[in-house]
């Protein structure tokens, strides 16, 4: 998927990874209610960082939930972690509805960051 400034998905994640609290502060900017502070932000930002949330109590327990462990839903983190947990196949197989959802609309659904 490309929204119109031209950035797919995986461009998008790795901006967002690379400045946090500037994303953070716009987001909070764009839906009418800004931080009064930095520290907000940062709080923010820490509080739902994925070593925070992979730390929480409940994400360590064995619990099951849709046939997996709570916390088999945090891998690395990182871009492009995706492959060593999904086949082409699958992914293919993900992007079919999207690509069909977007079609005729303002966004270009494209996948190939290369």
Do not use: W
Request: hydrophobic share 25%.
């Amino acid at each position: 998927m490309e929204i119109q400034d031209g950035k797919s998905p995986p461009e998008v994640k790795k901006e967002l990874k690379s400045d946090p609290k500037t994303h953070v502060k716009k987001l909070a900017e764009f839906l009418g209610c800004p931080f009064d502070n930095k520290e907000q932000v940062e709080e923010v930002v820490r509080s739902f960082s994925i070593e925070t949330l992979r730390n929480h109590d409940v994400n360590k327990s064995s619990n099951i939930v849709y046939k997996f462990p709570y916390g088999s839903y945090f891998r690395k983190g990182l871009v492009g972690d995706h492959t060593n947990y999904v086949t082409k196949d699958m992914i293919d197989r993900i992007d079919t509805s999207p690509r069909e959802k977007f079609q005729g609309s303002i966004f270009k659904y494209d996948t190939d960051t290369s």
